[in-house]
Each structure stands twice: as structure tokens, then as C-alpha cells.
């Protein structure tokens, strides 16, 4: 999943970051279908992942020296903001100079607003600058008192392969023999505990539930919470125990049906259990992918709250809130009149700035810490990745685009990264807000705002 090339090029800095943006195409074109409120799609094996490789440019743009300065951003960005149709609603926005970190355009973008999952872009940064991209969780079983406890660690991309895996090395491991005491049927107890507090979010709309767009969030779950990797396969209503069956099931192949117990109880594996085996999870930086590629919400979610464990903080909503903010503080951006409530955006209540967002993007496109850099590195590519795929895929656009879409009922937001025309990269971050009727109006002109940059 790692990119040789990327990490080639980060060693360059900024300036080959910003040929990499130009130069990256894909490979192999994910399809994606829409989904209700949020671009959310269907999660893909990780090794179906769409992978991105660099492509020969026959011309590439001149690397920029000079800044992009206030009266260009205005003269390139004014006429599309002042002709928004009636149709596109409410339209703020804030571009950041990345070199410089100099805002040079803005239409109330100090102006608070839901950002939908544009908010993702702020949970990728805290989770690769709190956690580290190499980081990995780990699904565990253990045995108490006869019983084999499978403990949750945050791992929510499993799949019925990876878990047999670990029911066989569990099964490997148990005690055997007439004086061992575990020769009986053995019942799986699952440990979810991991998280704190309400599974669901009270700011979340009953919708969002039936439109498959989130579920209780636990700390194990197979393919982020949906019945199956088929696309378009429903979220399950209790992503847990739909795992601990899956791993029960798998255990009684290897012990035979005999040997385990049907029924799946919740407990706890006790001070006295002892450990079995360990499944380690995709690593933080590939879940990162998973969730802005897709814009994954149950994957957010999940890091909103491995972040506020590291913190020490519970790992809650009101957890969540307190890792997200600050890492918004640690790079350095005033965090007046921002209100975060859930990790993947779906929440209306979220409130933040187009200049905070931008502003972020810009402080992580230029961090000294390498694992934060891969935000900009991870967002979906303009005509050929993730929630982009389909999106500003002309001659001058493509593959010089990289954002983060959003969508709930009447709001569009987009947010990344741009290449000007002289080769300087740009952060943006545009809302659209109060959007009458459909939102098809609304993501065209924020598009539309997203192309005048790369003209500068």
C-alpha cells in the first residue's frame, strides 16, 4: 500500500511534492456509486485497493518561485464566486499559499460551517501526527476459565480470511490433554470495552443509518462495519458480535463443531486469562486511505477514538472532540469558533472554518513530521482516485487536484490541495451551504472553484 515513489519524494520537500501531485494517475479506476448524504462507499479488500502509480509527463509545469499573492487569487476566484447560481446556496471559502502560509483568498472564510466530510481531512492529520502511520492495533483472543475471550483492540477491517487466521493460531495454542481442564466445549466471550460511551452519536440523523452510512461504533468489526465486501452491502446493527460469530464459527472448523459452543456471550476475559494469540490490524496509515479515499465513515470514526486513547482521553465522542481540536492546535491554527462533535463529519452540529481547513492543509503539506505530510499524499486525486475519480477530469485538472469531498443534506464542501498553473501548490477549502434542492448545482461550482486555482 505504501508508495515507494511518494516517500522518494518526500525526501525532496515541497517542491517534488508538488511534481508528484501533477505527475500521480491511477492505475486501476475504482468504481464508486453514490451513496445518500455521504460519498461513503463500500470497503474493498485491502488488497483490491486502488493503487497509485506515477505516469510519464510530457510537460510539467515550471515550480513556481514567486507566491501566490492576494490580487491574482482574486482575479482568477472573484468571477466564479460572484457568478454562483442561486442553485449552489450559501458558498465560503479560504485559499492558503502553502510555501508562504499566507491566506491570499477569502469569502467569509472565518465564517463558521458544517463541514461534512471535509472534516475527515482534520481526523487523517490527528491520527498520523498522534498515532504514526506505521502504528497497528491488534485483535486478541485469551483463555479464562475455560473459555476463549476475543478482545476488540480498534481493528474494524477484518475480514472472515484474517479472523480463520486467527482462530486457527488460538486453536493452535489452547492446552490439550485430560489434566489441562480446557478438554470441554469451549464458548467465545467477546470483550468490546474497548470504547466508552454511546455507540451512536445523539447529533446524528436517524437517516444516516438507514441510508448505510454509519453504525454503532465498536472496536471490532468486518469491513467497516458492513455485512460484506459486495458493493453496496448494508452496515450490520451490531458490528461487533457479527465478528465474534464470524471468529466462533472459524474456531469450531478448526476445533471441530463439538468442541465450541454456539452461542456468543459479552464479558470480559478477567486478571487471571491468558493470552492466546493476536491478530495485528492494517496499519494506521492504510486505514487513514481506507477513509479518505472512500470516505469511510465508520473507519473515522474508529481513529477519532484510537486518537483519544492515546491522548488519554475516553474513547467517546466527547473524546474524539478533544484529540480533534487539538490537533488542530499543535499546528498552530486558532481554533475560534470551531465545534467538532464526531470524527467523520456526518454530524451537522460539526462547525469549523474554510481558513482553518485550508490552513491546516497547508501546515501539513510543510510539517517536519514525515507521517503528517502524508495527509496531503493520501487525499483522492482529481480524475482518478477514490471520491474524485469522477470528478474535474479535464486536460487542465487532471491529476493536478487532490480533496476531500462532502456531502449532507443541503451542504457540499471540498477540501485539498491544488497546482497553479506555475507550478505553486495551493490549499482551498470551499463550503456550500443552505443548497435549495439537489446538490448537483452546489459540487459542480465548487469544482468550478477548485479549476480557477490551478489557472493561477
Known amino acids: 500500500m505504501r508508495r515507494k515513489s511518494s516517500r522518494r519524494l518526500r525526501a525532496a520537500g515541497l517542491a517534488l511534492m508538488v511534481l508528484l501531485v501533477v505527475a500521480l494517475l491511477v492505475i486501476n479506476l475504482l468504481h464508486l456509486a453514490p451513496a445518500v448524504l455521504t460519498r461513503t462507499t463500500p470497503l474493498v479488500p485491502q488488497e483490491d485497493l486502488p493503487t497509485v502509480g506515477a505516469v510519464q509527463v510530457t510537460v510539467a509545469p515550471p515550480l513556481g518561485q514567486d507566491p501566490v499573492t492576494a490580487e491574482d487569487a482574486e482575479a482568477a476566484l472573484g468571477p466564479v464566486f460572484e457568478s454562483f447560481p442561486a442553485a449552489a446556496g450559501h458558498v465560503t471559502g479560504s485559499v492558503v499559499d502553502v510555501a508562504s502560509g499566507d491566506q491570499v483568498f477569502s469569502r467569509s472564510g472565518d465564517d463558521p460551517g458544517t463541514p461534512a466530510s471535509s472534516l475527515k481531512t482534520l481526523t487523517a492529520a490527528a491520527a498520523l501526527s498522534v498515532l504514526g502511520e506505521d502504528r497497528t492495533v491488534a485483535t486478541s483472543t485469551y483463555s479464562a476459565a475455560g473459555d476463549v475471550v476475543l478482545v476488540g483492540g480498534g481493528d474494524v477491517l477484518l475480514t472472515p480470511e484474517r479472523l480463520a487466521v486467527l482462530a486457527a493460531d488460538t486453536a493452535a495454542a489452547l492446552p490439550e490433554g485430560p489434566d489441562s481442564g480446557e478438554a470441554g466445549p469451549v464458548q467465545v466471550v467477546l470483550e468490546d470495552t474497548l470504547f466508552d460511551g454511546s455507540t451512536l452519536s445523539p447529533h446524528w440523523d436517524e437517516s444516516l443509518l438507514t441510508s448505510n452510512n454509519i ?38 472448523a478448526e476445533l471441530g463443531e463439538g468442541r465450541v459452543v454456539a452461542e456468543v456471550v459479552r464479558g470480559d476475559r478477567g486478571e487471571s486469562a ?24 465508520y473507519v473515522a470514526e474508529t481513529l477519532g477514538r484510537l486518537v483519544a486513547i492515546e491522548l488519554g482521553q475516553p474513547a467517546s465522542f466527547g473524546g474524539v472532540a478533544h484529540g480533534l481540536n487539538r490537533a488542530l492546535e499543535r499546528m498552530g491554527i486558532d481554533t ?60 487542465q485538472t487532471l491529476g493536478r487536484v487532490r480533496a476531500k469531498t462532502g456531502t449532507l443534506a443541503g ?41 480557477a486555482l490551478t489557472t493561477l
Do not use: C, K, W
Open 215 to 252: 453504525a454503532p461504533v465498536m472496536p471490532i468489526a468486518m469491513f467497516a462495519a458492513r455485512a460484506s465486501a459486495a458493493s453496496g452491502a448494508p452496515r450490520v446493527s451490531d458490528p461487533a458480535m457479527t465478528a465474534a460469530l464470524a471468529f466462533r464459527d472459524a474456531l469450531a
Open 274 to 297: 491468558e493470552p492466546l494469540a493476536r491478530l495485528v490490524s492494517p496499519t494506521i496509515g492504510e486505514m487513514v486511505e481506507v477513509m479518505t479515499q472512500h470516505s469511510e465513515n
Open 336 to 395: 475560534a469558533g470551531a465545534s467538532i462533535v464526531d470524527a467523520s463529519g456526518l454530524a451537522a452540529a460539526n462547525q469549523v472554518t474554510p481558513e482553518q481547513l485550508a490552513l491546516m492543509m497547508a501546515a501539513v503539506t510543510t510539517a517536519g513530521h514525515e507521517d503528517l505530510r502524508d495527509v496531503s499524499y493520501l487525499l483522492p486525486i482529481a480524475g482518478a482516485t477514490g471520491t474524485m475519480a469522477n470528478r474535474l477530469g479535464t486536460e
Open 411 to 451: 451542504v457540499v464542501t471540498l477540501t485539498g490541495l491544488a497546482v497553479t498553473e506555475n507550478g505553486r501548490l495551493v490549499a482551498f477549502s470551499f463550503f456550500a451551504r443552505d443548497v435549495p434542492g439537489s446538490l448537483g448545482a452546489a459540487r459542480a461550482e465548487l469544482d468550478r472553484a477548485a479549476a
